[in-house]
């Protein structure tokens, strides 16, 4: 860093400057054993404000149009810097060095946050090479599905991973909990090879980042995983495991084949769930018909819905956790759902009835349970 | 009870019913050492179905038009009958005694709750005289601001009451947790004299429930208060206290009367209360052009606003516990603002500065505090 660690004199515009100041401070502890990585790296040159910071695993840096009277960089806390942007009411914003101080300027308020350190704090180095590039609607669109599957328990942090694999012309996003398992893929255009597992927080946070982006590039080496786009650079560090096979719950045989409307199962299964009892177990019943959803408890009374559907293949009855069977319809929203529905304790797949060529794609694996009458 | 515990069977109107249910089962325990309080009362006769209950402190009837198929009343729990009947989608639903259940019946759906023994429960008896009548809108508005002010520690029962007073043709209510005080009054029609104490929680439940009354009729007697409009009687059991005297605060004499802009002065407040420390107290400065609102905490930085206002009277600086004063700000909105200042520690009267003959009327009274450097 050749910049003068104690000067930056810069205005900008208050809603691009604190909605950019937030987006880096969510990925910046508030607290911890390091406090310098609480700040944020100010940097001011060339009409352009880089704000970055590093939790040590995750890394972010992004830059915005400034004027900037006097160059230079600080650190300073992240989070109240937030705070009082996302206050300020006035459209213009002046940051500006007075001794030990950062003061925020408007027209009738002066803010001022303590310096700190920026020596001492380990800084945010470059991502690592491109390795392809995806549309950001559909990327951000398919990581909310399908990060709804993994694991928020870190005691087990495989599986708080999103598998990120290239397969041709489609990228591929799977995650698990082990008791669930959401496979997406999407079209890419692929720059080289790739298959990493990256924690799902990072790829959840770039669904809230890149809203205005049109296109996304993926960048990965061996250790660490980047996504950027203009005036963007978050970066992560892999997690380090192999990851389950899915191929053993999309490719074998079938024994039912079910056709239905997502929303209306939906509705059954959240209005019969609560009469499931503790083990929160719901039966679905293939009939003729449809399927008979029914749950049964002596404390809490029983309840039973049909929904109309068509079913293909064999006639019988699973257990499903109520839970993980409405996050997985959830995840479909009100499309027409096709279920692949196997005997025994195999897995159950959910994807939508009809997807067309070269779009996104989704499947949801859910494990049948046993019935309290089985 | 001269109905049958037996039967009953009922259709309604769907979400009818089903915001009733909602509305008695929020006043309802969902567990506790007497579990047939958690249940709700359902009497269906003469085209009418009527829905009671009672914690032992609090007591609610509600009746709503039905078609009763066949006379009867059933004890079942609240919380489960309103969680099915809110997610219903059909526009009717048929309650129906089936054995030991009471089935809850749409086109495709049965959801059957267990019969709780109804005999045993302790009903919801009358509530006491009427004592008067007052406009449903302009009560629910003042009893947001007023609760505010009450505090929600049990430990001490008097200070999360609501001190509901006749004076004449005006209905006073007052509240207070020690720290601030809310005092409002609007015109009532009185039938009768009225010097309580209520439990705050039943006053807000009513502004939830009465949104399309017009007229409410308080009742009261020595031990019991109760709100009523067409279809619906909330009842409670007075708190047994004497309350804080308000006049010492709004009689005593003003060293300084500060006119302002209530959401100008909110803003600044939110925004320098971050820079104010463990101690949350920041400073506002009587200037000849405005109010100056400091904070300093050597941790956080420091921060300050300058806030036009008119300011007559002495020129001094008081410390406020920051969140008090936003709490008072909040409730007046963006209304022009009237600040009565006194000097020591003495209360400090927010009102709105323009109030119309004949209008609902409120006065927030905050308590000053040694500023750090005092």
Redesign the interface.
């Known amino acids: 860093m050749s910049l003068d660690l104690t000067g930056l004199d810069v205005t900008a515009d208050t809603a691009v400057l604190a909605a950019a100041v937030a987006d880096a401070a969510r990925l910046l502890p508030v607290k911890g054993i390091e406090p310098l990585l609480t700040g944020l790296l100010l940097s001011g040159q060339d009409d352009e404000l880089v704000l970055s910071g590093t939790d040590r695993t995750n890394t972010v840096r992004l830059r915005r149009t400034a004027f900037v009277h006097t160059d230079g960089e600080v650190l300073v806390p992240a989070k109240?810097l937030a705070?009082?942007l996302g206050?300020?009411?006035e459209p213009e914003v002046r940051l500006v060095v007075e001794g030990s101080?950062l003061a925020i300027r408007t027209p009738?308020?002066?803010?001022?946050?303590?310096l700190m350190d920026g020596e001492l704090h380990p800084g945010v180095g470059a991502l690592p090479a491109a390795v392809g590039q995806v549309s950001a609607d559909e990327l951000i669109a398919l990581v909310g599905k399908v990060a709804s599957a993994a694991s928020r328990d870190d005691a087990l942090p495989l599986f708080t991973g999103v598998h990120v694999q290239g397969r041709g012309d489609r990228l591929a996003l799977v995650a698990t909990d082990r008791y669930r398992m959401a496979i997406g893929d999407l079209p890419w255009q692929p720059e080289g090879d790739l298959d990493v597992l990256v924690p799902a927080p990072l790829l959840i946070e770039v669904a809230k980042q890149a809203r205005t982006a049109e296109v996304i590039t993926i960048h990965a080496d061996g250790s660490r995983f980047g996504l950027s786009w203009p005036g963007a650079q978050l970066g992560t560090v892999l997690l380090a495991s192999t990851f389950p096979d899915e191929s053993r719950h999309t490719d074998a045989p079938v024994d039912a084949v079910v056709e239905v409307d997502g929303e209306v199962l939906a509705?059954?299964v959240?209005?019969?769930a609560?009469?499931s009892g503790p083990r929160a177990v719901i039966a679905v019943e293939l009939g003729d018909s449809g399927l008979r959803i029914r749950a049964a408890d002596?404390?809490?009374?029983?309840?039973?819905?049909?929904?109309k559907a068509t079913v293909d293949g064999d006639r019988f009855t699973h257990g499903y956790q109520a839970r993980y069977l409405a996050d997985a319809l959830r995840v479909f929203g009100s499309a027409r759902l096709r279920l692949s529905v196997r005997h025994g304790m195999r897995s159950t797949v959910i994807a939508l009835a009809d997807v067309a060529e070269g779009d996104a794609n989704l499947r949801y694996v859910v494990m049948p349970i046993r019935l309290p009458s089985d």
């Open positions: 109240p705070d009082t206050a300020l009411e101080r009738g308020g002066r803010f001022a946050l303590p509705g059954a959240r209005r019969v609560p009469y002596p404390q809490n009374g029983e309840a039973e819905e049909t929904v």
